[in-house]
């Protein structure tokens, strides 16, 4: 009986390690994907939220200072 608690202890003990190497390989991944995708992102040309929100507030306000205009030269151009 001694002897079968101790080859199930070592079963046991086998598992517990055996899972804590899996666990360990798990978060090396992890952070080894998390590496790789920042590396990626930074190599790419992306613009953050605001650079974009500035740059379409822009885009909106000239859009609508070129419909003025055109309007004005309309006016202009019917009055002659």
């Known amino acids: 009986m001694q002897n079968r608690?101790?080859?199930l202890d070592d079963?046991?003990?086998l598992m517990t390690?055996?899972?804590g190497?899996?666990?360990?390989a798990r978060?090396?991944?992890e952070t080894a994907a998390k590496s790789m995708i920042d590396r990626w992102?930074?190599?790419r040309d992306?613009?953050?939220?605001?650079e974009f929100d500035a740059v379409r507030a822009m885009a909106q306000k000239a859009r609508e200072e070129n419909d003025a205009l055109t309007?004005?030269?309309e006016a202009l151009e019917s009055n002659k």
């Open 5 to 7: 608690n101790k080859i």
């Open 41 to 43: 992102l930074s190599d």
């Open 21 to 24: 190497v899996a666990q360990g």
């Open 71 to 73: 309007l004005r030269v």
């Open 17 to 19: 390690n055996a899972m």
């Open 11 to 13: 079963i046991s003990q």
């Open 46 to 50: 992306f613009v953050t939220r605001e």
């Open 27 to 29: 978060e090396e991944a």
